[in-house]
């Protein structure tokens, strides 16, 4: 494996394995693809990508790439109108537990058909009920109990039914004013009382062993007044992996968001984010994002002894992830 590219999941425009998507796979050698709605125009050209991307993986890599996917259900669905259109997080709570359960699998269903091992959901961001908000839609309730018994049970089935659970976005984008695809939202009136609230959810996942996380771009003055979640020790290494003994593997929120990119540069944002257990990086939007990024993470690496030592304990949360998949080396 590329000491580098492992730590890479990358978006690419195309809809088949055409020459952009051979270059990123041979140059880069990521762990992982995101699927989005421009690389789909069916059911059978989509299944075909994947696959073939998978020969070509396994022919230049000498191992199989994991493929993920956003498809939360609601405004956040990829694969919506080709496979199952999922209801809103917000409408499948008020179905109940039973109708999370049965649209989930019905979720991994689609996913194992295509060949795509991770959904990135569930949304465990809790949103105060009566008050608009970006993420209203996409959360299952304004209470820390709903968003945990109704994500654990979106979890247990999604795993269960073999496809990668992801739960977001650590630690919390309820109490977000603003967007972090387009702005560097600040947390700045939270106590860590409230702080510890928002994260109930998370523990709640932590315990039903959801294999992934991902993070917030948001800042949580109350715990870390400068960096954001996603680039911050304090709130990745010492909550997420310290206190709530996360021991899966975690995403970076896409790094092509505001949030990252306006404010932080490439050597930053990984040794940063290697620094604070990040273990993939995704970068979806810009292709001519990803060399930097690389360049940046190889840099660091090699520079770096502390560096090397947590992409050694990566490397090993990657392989268990791999494992359950069964594109373990």
Known sequence: MSEAGIHLFIGFKGLSIDEELKHLIKEYQ????????????GREQLEALVSSAQAFAMEKL???????????????????????????AQSLAEQGP?????????CAGDLRKIGLQINFAPVLDIVAEGKAHFMESRSFGSTPEQVS???????????????????????????????PHHFAPVIADEKEEDFQLD??????????????????????????????????????????????GFEGVLFADDLDMAAICENYSPEEAASLGLGCSIDFFLLCQRSE???????????????????QSYHRDSIKRIERLRHFHGTGS
């Open 289 to 307: 994002s990803i060399d930097p990024m690389y360049r940046a993470l190889s840099d660091q690496l090699k520079a770096d002894p502390l560096l």
């Open 30 to 41: 990521p762990a992982g693809v995101v699927i989005f709605k421009r690389n789909i125009e």
């Open 98 to 106: 039973e109708s999370v359960s049965r649209w989930a699998a019905i």
């Open 199 to 244: 994260l109930v959810p998370f523990g709640a996942a932590v315990r039903a062993g959801v294999n992934c996380m991902m993070t917030s771009h948001a800042v949580y003055r109350a715990v870390d007044p400068v960096r954001p979640a996603t680039l911050s020790q304090e709130i990745c290494r010492v909550w997420l992996r310290e206190r709530m």
């Open 149 to 179: 018994e109704l994500g654990t049970v979106w979890i247990e089935t999604l795993q269960a039914n073999g496809i990668s659970a992801t739960a977001k976005h650590f630690p919390g984008l309820g109490r977000a004013q603003l967007d």
């Open 62 to 88: 000498g191992r199989r790439l994991l493929f993920a996917v956003d498809q939360e259900g609601g405004s956040v669905q990829r694969l919506s109108p080709h496979y199952s259109s999922l209801p809103s």
